[in-house]
C-alpha cells in the first residue's frame, strides 16, 4: 500500500498563489504518473493537471492552463502544484493520486479518476477576500 501525503494548502484571496505538495515516501517505482484532483462542494471531482515521472509529459484542465504548473522533484520524490492567479472557483480540496503502469499518459488519465490506483487524504484550498 502506497501512502501519499499531500500538503500546501490555506487561505489565499483571489489572485494570490500556493504551491501544493504530494510526497509518497514507500514508492520507490521509477515509472508513474501524478494526478491533482479537486473536488468542491456538491461537484464531481476534476482532473487538474498531471505529470509522468519518467518523461515528464503533463496534462491541464482548460480551466488552469496557463495558471497552474506541475512538476515533479526526483531527489525528494516530489511533485508540486504551483497554483497562480486563483480564482474563487478554484477554491476546493486538492487530492494528489498515482497511477501505476501500464497506462502512463497524462492526458488520457487526468480526465477521469479510473487509472488511479492511489489517493491521499486532500488538502483544502480556500481562495476568499
Known amino acids: 500500500q502506497v501512502h501519499l501525503v499531500e500538503s500546501g494548502g490555506g487561505l489565499v484571496q483571489p489572485g494570490g498563489s500556493l504551491r501544493l505538495s504530494c510526497v509518497a515516501p514507500?514508492?520507490?517505482?521509477?515509472?508513474?504518473?501524478v494526478g491533482w484532483f479537486r473536488q468542491a462542494p456538491g461537484q464531481e471531482r476534476e482532473g487538474v493537471s498531471c505529470i509522468n515521472k519518467k518523461s515528464g509529459n503533463t496534462y491541464y484542465a482548460d480551466s488552469v492552463k496557463g495558471r497552474f504548473t506541475i512538476s515533479f522533484d526526483n531527489a525528494k520524490n516530489t511533485a508540486y502544484l504551483q497554483m497562480s492567479d486563483l480564482k474563487p472557483e478554484d477554491a476546493a480540496v486538492y487530492s494528489c493520486a498515482i497511477a501505476l503502469p501500464p497506462v502512463t499518459v497524462p492526458r488520457l488519465l487526468c480526465p477521469t479518476t479510473e487509472g488511479f490506483h492511489y489517493w491521499g487524504q486532500g488538502t483544502q484550498v480556500t481562495v476568499s477576500s
Open positions: 514507500g514508492l520507490t517505482r521509477d515509472h508513474y504518473v
